[in-house]
T-cell receptor
Framework: SQQGEEDPQALSIQEGENATMNCSYK?????LQWYRQNSGRGLVHLIL?????REKHSGRLRVTLDTSKKSSSLLITASRAADTASYFC??????????FGPGTRLSVLP | GAVVSQHPSWVICKSGTSVKIECRSL??????MFWYRQFPKQSLMLMAT?????????EQGVEKDKFLINHASLTLSTLTVTSAHPEDSSFYIC????????????FGPGTRLTVL
């Protein structure tokens, strides 16, 4: 089945540093989405990138998609303590429900 | 974006009782509703897909008689955890389905269930 897998599973950085998280998947997709989840809270949509797009930006977020490698990355620049959360990628493929990866737990230390 | 609400946001119950979780799509007609479960420090796992006016489709390993789903209208879907046990303690999240290939999937704020 379709599966997004993030790495690393956990990431700890200092405030101001950049954080990069990766997501890999197995089969062709229509789009890939990144979500953030603060501890015990619901999901917040960050960015959607379509299969024919290679890069998208939103504020301090930059997402890339490499369909040949079946991977995506989420870069958070100039991280802040408030960025501490779990980040999930989710893939959307024809005829399938959204499938979430296990997530990356990001800790930004002040 | 779509507004999705869940009620209650958290619930604590005794083992053996049943708990109903409501999910409302406030500005969006949800013909499909996805129900996810998330255990601590784990990813969301799809439990079932409900379709307005018809029976829900359950994922493998999810007991349909234990997790009753009702999708009576385009704006309301309910998940009832029957005879809850401590292992059912989890974070339950609903998400209205806009259909395959549609942009952004929206999610409810989640309901934290703790079964004592």
């Amino acid at each position: 089945s379709q599966q997004g897998e993030e790495d690393p599973q956990a990431l700890s950085i200092q405030e101001g540093e950049n954080a990069t998280m990766n997501c890999s998947y197995k089969t062709s997709i229509n789009n890939l989405q990144w979500y953030r989840q603060n501890s015990g809270r619901g999901l917040v949509h960050l960015i959607l990138i379509r299969s024919n797009e290679r890069e998208k930006h939103s504020g301090r977020l930059r997402v890339t998609l490499d369909t040949s490698k079946k991977s995506s990355s989420l870069l958070i620049t100039a991280s802040r303590a408030a960025d501490t959360a779990s980040y999930f990628c989710a893939t959307d493929a024809e005829g399938q429900n959204f499938v979430f990866g296990p997530g990356t737990r990001l800790s930004v230390l002040p | 974006g779509a507004v999705v609400s869940q009620h209650p946001s958290w619930v604590i119950c005794k083992s053996g009782t049943s708990v109903k979780i409501e999910c409302r799509s406030l500005d969006f007609q949800a013909t499909t509703m996805f129900w996810y479960r998330q255990f601590p420090k784990q990813s969301l796992m799809l439990m079932a897909t409900s379709n307005e006016g018809s029976k829900a489709t359950y994922e493998q390993g999810v007991e349909k008689d234990k997790f009753l789903i009702n999708h009576a209208s385009l704006t309301l879907s309910t998940l009832t955890v029957t005879s809850a046990h401590p292992e059912d303690s989890s974070f339950y999240i609903c998400s209205p389905g806009a259909g395959w290939g549609t942009d952004t999937q929206y999610f409810g704020p989640g309901t934290r269930l703790t079964v004592l």
